[in-house]
C-alpha cells in the first residue's frame, strides 16, 4: 500500500506518466483555542496527480476538512507548503489567493451555496464574469452544461424552485464550467439521498475524465470511496493509508456526450512560474492570529526550513 502517494509520485516521475497537480509538503496546522491545542494535520506529505480522483476519507474529526481547506488555499498552514503545479499557495498573499482560486479551482459544496436570487443559469454563468468572458459566450458554455446535468428546462428556476439534488447539479455545472484545475467538494452528497448521490458521484467523476480535471472529494460515505482511483484515510491529522484502485465508474465512455472544449471559456494555464509574491513572509490573517500557537516549532507560515529549501524558495516544484 503506497504510503503518502509513493508509488505514484515515482510514477508522476516517468517522463510519460501524468503531471503531479498538487503537491504538499511537511503540512502541518494547529489550532487553538484558549489554552487548548489542536493538531489538526500533523505532518502530511502527499502528491496528487492531474486528472485523479481522489477521495479523503475518515472519521468526524480526523482533519479530512481541514486538509480540504489547505488544499485550496482557504486557510494559511501553521507549517509546510501547498503546491498547485508550480505554485507555492502558502506563500500567496489573501488577495493573489482568491485571484488563483478563482481562475484555477472549482468548489462544490454540501449545502450547494447557490447564489438564492439568481437563476440556474445565472449562478452557472457567475465564475465565467469574473473570468471576463463575454456575455453570449457565458450564456452559451451555461446552456451547454446544465443540458449535460440535465437541467436545461430549468435553467430559469432559481434554487427554491429546485430539489436539492437539482441545486446540487447547478453546483456541479457551476464548479466545472470554467474548466478549474482541480474541483475541491466538501461532502458533496451530504444532504442527498442514495439515488441522487450515484447521479451526483458520475457526474462529476465524468466531467473531471472528460476535461482531464482533478477532483478532489472528502466525505464520511465509505461508499462514495468506490468512485475514486484514489483513497486517502485521515485519522487523527495523519495519513494512515493511500490506496489506488479502479473506481465503480470509470466515466470516460459517458463523457463524450459532454459539452465539446469549444463550448466553454478556455482552459486556463497554471502559471510556468512561481508567482511573485507580495510579502517575503506570509503575514497570517488576522482572524487566525489568536488560534496559532506561537510556540508550535516554526513561525507560522515561514517557508519549510533548508535542505530542500532553495527550490521551495522559488517556488518550484520537486521533479
Ligand atoms: N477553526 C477551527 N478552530 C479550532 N479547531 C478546529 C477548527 N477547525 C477544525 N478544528 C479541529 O481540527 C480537527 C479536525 O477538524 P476537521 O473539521 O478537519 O475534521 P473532519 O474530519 O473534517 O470532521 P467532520 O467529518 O466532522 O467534518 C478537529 O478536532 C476540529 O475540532
Known sequence: MPEGGGTLETAARAKTGPKPMISVR????????GDEKVVALADIN????KGQVVCIVGTSGSGKSTLLNQLAGLEKPTRGSVYIGKTNISRLSE????????RFLGFVFQSYNLLPTMTALENVSLPMIFKGVSKSKRNKASMAM??????KKRAHHKPTQMSGGQQQRVGIARAFVSRPKVVFADEPTGNLDTRTTIDVMRMMVRFARRYQQTLIIVTHDPEIADYAD????????AITSDVTHTPIYDGTADA?????????????????GPIPTEEEELPLPPDDEPLILPDDGDAPCAPPPAPAAAEEEKGELPI
Open 256 to 272: 463524450d456526450s459532454l459539452p465539446p472544449e469549444s463550448a466553454l471559456p478556455e482552459e486556463p494555464k497554471l502559471p510556468e
Open 95 to 102: 488577495n493573489q489567493l482568491a485571484i488563483f482560486r478563482q
Open 230 to 237: 484514489r483513497v486517502i484515510t485521515l485519522i487523527d491529522g
Open 26 to 33: 511537511h503540512l502541518r496546522k494547529v489550532y487553538r483555542i
Open 46 to 49: 502527499l502528491e496528487i496527480l
Open 146 to 151: 446544465l443540458a449535460a446535468v440535465g437541467l
